[in-house]
């Protein structure tokens, strides 16, 4: 179970970085990339693309490193309930097709929240 959970925190460390620098960094490339772009304000995508990109580190640094490996399932939740909003607001669209791959994000989120959950391993 281990190792399926760190093949999971590193694949989507790598998703969430690459949007997020995506999203951060090249705006152009983003809004030609992903059409919501073009409907909510830059700030908003800026803050979602920060958001991304911390919670990628967060996956995969804090329990790597052995320092605060507590925040690994923190920043698994939020990424969860980022996609949770990601979906509901893909949904709202009839984007059914983003809406789905934010599911499947969310349920990789939520299991590596849930696997790396302090309580679970201390008992």
């Given amino acids: ?17 690459i949007v997020g620098l995506v999203r951060v960094f090249k ?15 830059r700030a908003l995508v ?3 693309g920060v958001a991304e990109i911390l919670g990628a580190l967060g996956l995969v640094l804090p329990v790597a490193t ?23 607001f893909h949904g709202q669209r009839r984007e ?13 989120t939520a299991l590596i929240a849930y696997a790396r959950w302090p309580l679970l391993s201390a008992g």
């Fill in 1 to 17: 179970m281990n190792s399926l959970v760190w093949v999971f925190s590193v694949v989507l460390a790598l998703v969430f970085l």
């Fill in 27 to 41: 705006y152009e490339l983003a809004k030609d990339r992903f059409q919501w772009v073009n409907d909510v304000p």
């Fill in 46 to 48: 800026t803050v979602i």
């Fill in 66 to 88: 052995g320092i605060y490996p507590w925040l690994t399932p923190v920043a698994a939740a939020g990424l969860a309930i980022l996609m949770l909003m990601a979906g509901t």
């Fill in 96 to 108: 059914y097709q983003e809406a789905s791959v934010n599911a499947l994000l969310l349920i990789m």
